[in-house]
């Protein structure tokens, strides 16, 4: 499944990254530990967290996540959109908690 | 192949966090490392670029690529760690709050480092600074 099917289903807002829509989302990490993100991840995870500060970026880029998935919602700060648009990296936003959002797109991947 | 490059860290510059390793993946992608070696590398770069900036004044991150590994050498000034086999336990940290809040801090740094690579070796010297050397083995193709 991609983005733009994800982000519909779940109807997430697009903070950033419309044009990449089209990348492959394979699974789903939750975490806001960024040492547990980095090691327990996936590539083409979309990567679901509280943390809103831009060292989520290098994470997310590191790790080739799908995308930035963030909770409650919570907006990316100024520097991170920043970071994220020159290193491509979508972000997403849902007003739903972890929990909640987790388990629906756990239905809407594996479901 | 053959590769070397040296990247400065500078300690407390959380907004940089992540730059070092970044550039270091992007070296190995363009040498066409294996994405599964390359990941791994990226992990164990970033861990240490991180600790070079929560707990080290300066330090310097150096790549080395050959045929058959890649080589990532850790150097810093700094206080140093005083019972390393301590500093290497899982979830053992003294990060700040400040560090905490930012998701770093979850003691999982070096454990992360020797796990993902396939030799590690950390010397530290108190008030003087950490060495960690990281290998990653390139198996043979074709
Ligand atoms: N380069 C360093 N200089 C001084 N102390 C360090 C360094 N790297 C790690 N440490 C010490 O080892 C502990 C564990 O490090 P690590 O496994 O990376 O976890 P974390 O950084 O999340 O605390 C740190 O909390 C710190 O006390
Ligand atoms: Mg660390």
Request: aromatic share 6%; with cysteine.
């Amino acid at each position: 499944m991609n983005l733009a099917s994800v982000v519909k289903a779940l109807n997430l807002r697009v903070a950033c990254g419309g044009e990449y829509l089209e990348r492959t989302v394979k699974g789903g990490y939750a975490g806001d530990l960024l040492s547990d993100v980095l090691a327990n991840s996936g590539e083409s995870d979309l990567w679901i967290t509280r943390q809103t500060h831009q060292n989520i970026v290098a994470v997310a880029s590191l790790k080739d996540h799908a995308g930035i998935l963030l909770v409650q919602g919570k907006e990316p700060d100024g520097d991170t959109l920043e970071k994220a648009v020159k290193e491509g990296i979508p972000i997403l936003v849902t007003d739903l908690p972890t929990f909640e959002i987790a388990g629906r797109l756990y239905g809407l991947l594996r479901g | 192949m053959q590769y070397e490059n040296s990247y400065p860290v500078k300690g407390g510059d959380f907004k940089e966090a992540g730059k070092v390793a970044v550039l270091v993946k992007m070296a190995l992608k363009k040498m066409g490392v294996a994405p599964e070696i390359l990941r791994r590398a990226a992990i164990a770069a970033y861990e240490s670029e991180v600790n070079i900036i929560s707990y080290a004044r300066m330090g310097t991150i150096r790549l080395q690529v050959r045929d058959d590994h890649i080589r990532i050498d850790v150097e810093d000034e700094g206080p140093g760690i005083e019972d390393i086999e301590l500093a290497m336990r899982p979830g053992y940290s003294t990060a700040t709050e400040l560090i905490r809040e930012l998701g770093f801090g979850a003691g999982m740094g070096l454990v992360n480092i020797k796990s993902c690579s396939d030799e590690f070796e950390i010397t530290s010297e108190v008030n003087q600074g950490t060495k960690l050397r990281i290998l990653f083995r390139i198996p043979e193709t074709g």
